[in-house]
């Protein structure tokens, strides 16, 4: 059985920074996409990034663009996500999925399309 954790969640001021980390237990999943996704109290779970099971391929939604950044370290079997310029709207529990398909070679940001979840980690940012 895969367990996905995710860690690196806290409480920052606006502008500020935090890097979320998404580590896998059970098997690798270097050759799998990883997504990150966001939920807030009284909203539906919404994509925030993704990374294709090579690295090579990325995907942001439109409200995180150019203030955060996905990445994966296949040695260590971790995908990031640096959240710059943090602001309220981004206040979340922020989950990390493995895609269902071996080498999807492109990021999807439909939940159903993932497979295994974390927990996930409170993101809180103050104004």
């Known amino acids: 059985q895969v367990h996905m954790v995710e860690s690196g969640g806290g409480l920052v001021q606006a502008g500020g920074s935090l890097r979320l980390s998404c580590a896998a237990s059970?098997?690798?999943?270097?050759?799998?996409?990883i997504g990150w996704f966001r939920q807030a109290p009284g909203k539906e779970r919404e994509f925030v990034a993704g990374i294709s099971w090579s690295g090579g391929t990325v995907d942001y939604a439109d409200s995180v663009k150019g203030r955060f950044t996905i990445s994966r370290d296949f040695a260590k079997n971790t995908v990031y996500l640096q959240m710059n310029s943090l602001k309220p709207e981004d206040t979340a529990i922020y989950y990390c999925?493995?895609?269902?398909?071996?080498?999807?070679?492109?990021?999807?940001?439909?939940?159903?399309?993932?497979?295994?979840w974390g927990q996930g980690t409170q993101v809180t940012v103050s104004s």
């Open positions: 059970g098997r690798t999943f270097s050759t799998y996409a």
């Open positions: 999925a493995e895609d269902r398909i071996f080498k999807r070679d492109y990021v999807s940001r439909r939940t159903y399309n993932y497979n295994y």
